[in-house]
């Protein structure tokens, strides 16, 4: 396969001596990553490595993803960036879908804004775990089931919360907390 004449490497990458300069691991990870990144060319790599997320992401050995991902790098095709890595001239080349991109994020935070009032309304603004008006303090909304306990943000499993009561809960369910 032609690599450099593959789709997203024509609208990314201009200038052919970067290219070369990436050598066959940077290719071939920089192809792959591109294609795993959302619209805005992010990539959520959460407190891995960038060459443990290439390896995950993309399927490709450790030796290739270190390589690879070193030269996307090192040439800046690729920074890492806030447990994200991010190809910054993806954003330039797509300057339409970027906007695309935020505008349908800023429907998203009108949209759990909506859904954070309908919470504190339900629950009269007050925390459900002490009482505290919420009216007085910062609200906050709590996950009763943890997300990383599998626990989703239907309205459900949602609850109006003070601060305190939410930091000091943090990852427990209430039984758990309570305890
Ligand atoms: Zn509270």
Redesign the pocket.
Known sequence: MDFSNEYYVRVYVRDTTTWKRLGWDGQAVLVQLLRKMDMAGVLDIEDMEPWEAVMLHCGAPKATAKAGVDACLREGCIIHRDAQLVAPRYLEAQGLLRSLVLRARAGLRAASLAVRVAILDRDGWA?R????DLREVAPNIDHVVPVSRGGTSVMENLAA??G??NRSKGARTPAEWLL
């Open positions: 925390c775990y002490c009482g505290v919360a003070c305190p009561c």
